[in-house]
């Protein structure tokens, strides 16, 4: 007998007189709120312009249902082109089905687009929206538990969720929530990101891949635990394998890149009023000029630091500095 349990909601859709409000696609769009409004706020601290983050965000996030979209409907093409399946149902977006992989890669397609025509360095960007991205993945899982899906393995934990529809092969009973794990995996990956970049002063895209690295980990042992009918290879689900690859190669560009543009960004966006770290090159590159009071005195020419009379030139003063 179960004494507890998470509760599926009767029905994944609301309507409003006929107007058809979905969970899923509340979901999403609360998590993409949640990433701009975050990503502003990483922005402007780097020294970027309020409102850059949404700009680029409308080429983004388009590219990125898209690409998630494309990815789900290609790994799990029977679910829309086997026999007795209607292939319409693969534009159904707000029934479920969003690929994370192909999401990532034609959003990150997308912003690249935005960020050219900005003027923007596109890791920088990558940098400031990456824990936003996390917490919209957070958010997002849970319109999966709208709509009874990505369960794992039967279960009578306190925490089990309840599947109480059996169309498409569902069976109802008690099991693992893997949405809420990956949930709360994405809230604390986030969580990561923020102190890693504030400790370490992450630059150069490293923030972001260090969120990706730290997701695929997660979603790793997750993807295991599913149920639901998935492709297999070499005994392990596609995901899985997605996963460790890129993993790897996550973890590559941080060491990569680490050693060859070690520290971060100056300046994130050209002509913007600059934060912190602008202010401080400013400064610096205004310290090592040859034109500030008191510098360059290595560069002098010999006698110059002599008196006056020696000199017999009343214009070269001791330790006066040229002035080009």
């Not at 507890?4 to 609360?30: E, N, T």
Request: charged fraction near 20%.
């Amino acid at each position: 007998m179960e004494l507890a349990y998470i509760p599926s909601p009767s029905s994944g859709v609301l309507y409003l007189g006929p107007v058809p409000l979905r969970g899923y696609a509340f979901c999403i769009i609360i998590g993409v709120f949640v990433a701009v409004w975050l990503g502003n706020k990483r922005w402007i601290a780097r020294g970027g312009r309020a409102g850059t983050v949404a700009d680029i965000a409308v080429w983004a996030v388009p590219f990125g249902l898209v690409g998630g979209r494309l990815y789900h409907v290609i790994t799990d093409y029977q679910l829309y082109f086997s026999e007795g399946r209607d292939w319409v149902d693969a534009f159904k977006i707000w029934e479920g089905g969003l690929g994370i992989w192909g999401a990532i890669a034609f959003g990150a397609l997308g912003a690249w687009i935005g960020c050219r025509r900005r003027g923007i360095p596109m890791p920088a960007y990558a940098d400031a929206v990456a824990p936003g991205i996390a917490f919209a993945q957070a958010i997002g899982r849970w319109g999966n538990w709208f709509n009874q899906e990505l369960y794992g393995r039967a279960t009578d934990l306190p925490w089990a969720v309840e599947i109480t529809s059996s169309a498409d092969g569902r069976v109802p009973g008690t099991y693992h929530p893997t949405f809420l794990y990956e949930s709360l995996w994405c809230v604390g990956v986030a969580l990561l990101v923020i102190w890693a970049d504030r400790r370490f002063g992450l630059g150069h895209g490293r923030a972001f891949a260090l969120y990706v690295a730290a997701y695929c980990a997660g979603r790793f042992w997750i993807e295991y635990m599913r149920v639901d009918e998935a492709h297999h290879v070499l005994g392990m689900r596609l995901n899985n394998w997605t996963s460790i690859l890129v993993f790897l190669l996550a973890v590559l560009y941080i060491v990569l890149s680490a050693r060859k543009r070690p520290g971060r960004e100056t300046v994130v966006e050209p002509g913007a009023s600059g934060g912190a770290d602008e202010a401080g090159a400013v400064e610096k590159d205004e310290a090592d000029s040859p034109d500030a009071e008191g510098g360059a005195t290595a560069e002098e020419p010999p006698g110059a630091s002599e008196s006056p009379e020696s000199s017999g030139n009343p214009k070269d003063g001791a330790g006066s500095a040229k002035k080009g």
